[in-house]
Structures are given as C-alpha cells and as structure tokens.
C-alpha cells in the first residue's frame, strides 16, 4: 500500500509533545529556619485511617514544622484531605471511622485513649474550601470560639475580635460594620472572616483544606499573602490542587499517591521535602511526573 506524502511527512516532522515546566518556586529565596533551630509541632507516626473497611492512606510518617507552611499535593482521591482531617480528628465525626499508629502535637497524642477533641480542635484550628461563616454577626463570628470556651468579659471579647480580625488582614474593612451579617461579606472578606474565627482561639495549628479554590485571583493572592504573615505564629498545613499556589507559599511539600493496586488503593506519602527541591530536583519519578503534569 502506498504511504501518503503528505501525512507520513507531517508525522515524523511532528514535535514530540513537551511536559509543561514545573511550577516556578516563588519563595525558594525567602529566609528558612537553621535546622536546629527548626521545631517539630505535628509528628505523623506510622499512620493509617479507614473508612469502614476502606484503608484511605497508610503508613504516612512525617514531621510539620512550627512557623513553616506546609502544602499537601496529589491527585485527586490520594487522601490528602484524610490526612489533614486526620490531625484534628474531623474524620470520627464520620460513621466507621478508625486509626491505626499516632498523630503527636507538641509531643501530646492525638489519638491516645485521654485526648479531649473538644480542647484538641481549639489547638487545631481548620480552615474549609468554602468560606462557611455562621449566620450571626462578624463580631459574633470571630468571638464564637472564646466564648464558647467561656470567655465572658465583653472587654476581652472586643480586643480579641479586633487582634483576631487584624491577624486574618480584615479589620481595615470590617471596624465600622462590626455588627453586620458575616454573610453578607465577599467570599474573599468571608474566608478572612473564618481565619480570624479560626485564630480568636489562638490554635497551635492551623489546618486548611483548598482555602482558595472558591476565591478570585486578587482573593486569592489576599488570602496567600495572608497565609505568609501568619506561618510567624502558627504551624500552617494547606492542601491544595494548585501546584503553583504550594510552589508559591509553602516551605515544605508533601507529594501524595494513591497505591495502583486494584486491592489496596490507600494513599501514602511518595516524597516530602523543601518545596525548591520537590518542585526542581524531585527524587522519585512518580513526583516529576505528577509535576510535570504528565497524570492527575
Ligand atoms: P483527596 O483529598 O486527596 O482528594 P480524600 O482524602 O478526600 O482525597 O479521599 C481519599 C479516599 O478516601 C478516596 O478514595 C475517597 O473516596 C475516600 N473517602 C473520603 N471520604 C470518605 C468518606 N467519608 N467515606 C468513605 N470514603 C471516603
């Protein structure tokens, strides 16, 4: 059969298709932690969850530094949510849930026989995908957790609410309309909004879950800037599908996948390390890979 000149040449003349470059690592110069002076907040020892009989990741054993930003990212389904959920037992309010190995914070297990979740999710604060402000006041809002802790002195309330709402980059907006619905503020005030409720308690730990996958660009940067002048006080730990958003605040960064096996599809942790290198020398395939947009 004869070749057609025309296709044939255009098939070899054809470039081979190139891998998108990895994310560019904005803060690859930005002043890091000596080793030694770098403190271990939130320790992940041998740690497995499962959904009923579903184990969703395993043997996951890692280490969040305080005053770092750490970013989880992988695939969609890989677990990542999972092991974020896990660090202030979100999960058990889900039927059939169960453990295996420890989370520690500041050296205290997470899932040891003793632990009061209640006083856990005040050290462990959570930011969610959509902003999720109460219907009530932005005042009331920002001081829910302290009162719900029984802080009283309305004094106090006042200066925690306008320390929390200077922290979270939204006083400025909000000082004169204190008394108005948190609803009805921007998604991107109302995301500011629910960090500064999450930091009135003043947590340990700050966990967020696509913080901005909901929000515009501006937003967005709003919000990362925001993530940037927090990691001071706070050991922040962000999941995100964005890998230019983990290139551009975390420090640190988790790369997750689901196992390939059709018996065991648990998540585990397939490289972790600084986000400049994860993002420009990765040291397992699978992570360039994924980088390199070549699946998920
Ligand atoms: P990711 O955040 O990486 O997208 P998730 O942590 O949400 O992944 O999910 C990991 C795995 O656990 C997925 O297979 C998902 O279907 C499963 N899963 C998540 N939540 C539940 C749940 N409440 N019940 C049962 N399975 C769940």
Redesign the pocket.
């Known amino acids: 059969m004869a070749t057609d000149p025309v296709t044939s040449a255009t098939a070899t003349a054809r470039p081979p298709v190139a891998a998108p470059p990895p994310p560019t690592v904005m803060n690859a110069d930005a002043p890091q932690i000596d080793a030694a002076d770098r403190k271990v907040a939130v320790h992940v020892q041998d740690f497995a969850l499962y ?2 009989a ?1 184990r ?1 990741i395993t043997d996951v054993t890692m280490d969040f530094h305080h005053q770092e930003i750490t970013a989880i990212i ?1 695939p ?7 092991l974020l959920r896990s660090i202030n037992r979100m999960n058990d309010l ?1 039927n059939g849930v169960h453990a295996e190995g420890d989370i520690m914070i500041n050296g205290q297990s997470v899932y040891g026989p003793n632990t009061d979740t209640v006083e856990l999710r005040k050290r462990v604060g959570m930011v969610f995908q959509r902003p999720n402000p109460f219907p009530m006041s932005i005042f009331d809002n920002v001081v829910y957790g302290p009162r719900l802790h029984g802080e009283r002195d309305k004094r106090k309330l006042a200066e925690i609410a306008e320390r929390s709402l200077r922290s979270a980059a939204l006083w400025d907006e909000v000082k004169d309309i204190l008394k108005q619905s948190g609803l009805s503020l921007s998604g991107g005030q109302q995301q500011r909004l629910c960090i500064a409720r999450s930091i009135a308690v003043q947590p340990d730990v700050i966990l967020m879950d696509e913080p901005a996958s909901a929000l515009d660009p501006i937003s967005t940067l709003k919000v990362e800037d925001l993530m940037r002048e927090l990691k001071a006080h706070y050991t922040i730990i962000i ?1 995100t599908h964005n890998m230019q958003q983990a290139a551009r605040i975390s420090d640190m960064t988790a790369f ?1 996948l ?1 196992n390939t096996n059709a018996k065991d ?1 648990s ?1 585990r942790l397939i490289e972790y390390t600084r986000t400049s290198q994860l993002f420009t020398q990765p040291k397992d395939k699978r992570t360039e890979e994924y980088i390199t947009g070549r699946f998920g």
Do not use: D, W
Request: aromatic share 12%.
């Open positions: 959904y009923g579903f969703a992988g969609s389904g890989c677990g990542k949510s999972t889900i999941v997750m689901g599809r998540g």
